[in-house]
């Protein structure tokens, strides 16, 4: 098993940047890929970002290509989500997630990864 902790939410206004960070610990952090939801009040928890165990592939939802960048460094055990020009609607609790590399399933829904974190509030202002 895969403990999560994510770090790094915050208030940060429209335009800004602001980095967010998932530590892991337990089975070795390269045996998985990763990937970043969000949830907004009232909302459905939704696809963000996702990465290869290796780093080599990376998937973004529309709504964010181009403005945020999913990274990870396996040496510190480490994911991180940049956020680049942030808006207000990206306001959400940010939850990073964890899938065996072996998993053949789809990097977008939530129900193909087994182990979360427990979120970090990011707030955008205008």
């Known amino acids: 098993q895969v403990q999560l902790v994510e770090s790094g939410g915050g208030l940060v206004q429209a335009g800004g940047s602001l980095r967010l960070s998932c530590a892991a610990s337990?089975?070795?952090?390269?045996?998985?890929?990763m990937g970043w939801f969000r949830q907004a009040p009232a909302k459905e928890r939704e696809f963000v970002a996702a990465?290869?165990?290796?780093?080599?592939?990376?998937y973004y939802a529309d709504s964010v290509k181009g403005r945020f960048t999913i990274s990870r460094d396996n040496a510190k055990n480490t994911l991180y989500l940049t956020m680049n020009s942030p808006k207000p609607e990206d306001t959400a609790v940010y939850y990073c997630?964890?899938?065996?590399?072996?998993?053949?399933?789809?990097?977008?829904?939530?129900?193909?990864?087994?182990?979360w974190g427990q979120g970090t509030q990011v707030t955008v202002s205008s």
């Open positions: 997630a964890a899938k065996s590399k072996y998993s053949s399933g789809s990097y977008y829904y939530t129900h193909e990864y087994p182990y």
């Open positions: 337990g089975r070795t952090f390269s045996s998985y890929a």
């Open positions: 990465i290869s165990w290796s780093g080599g592939s990376t």
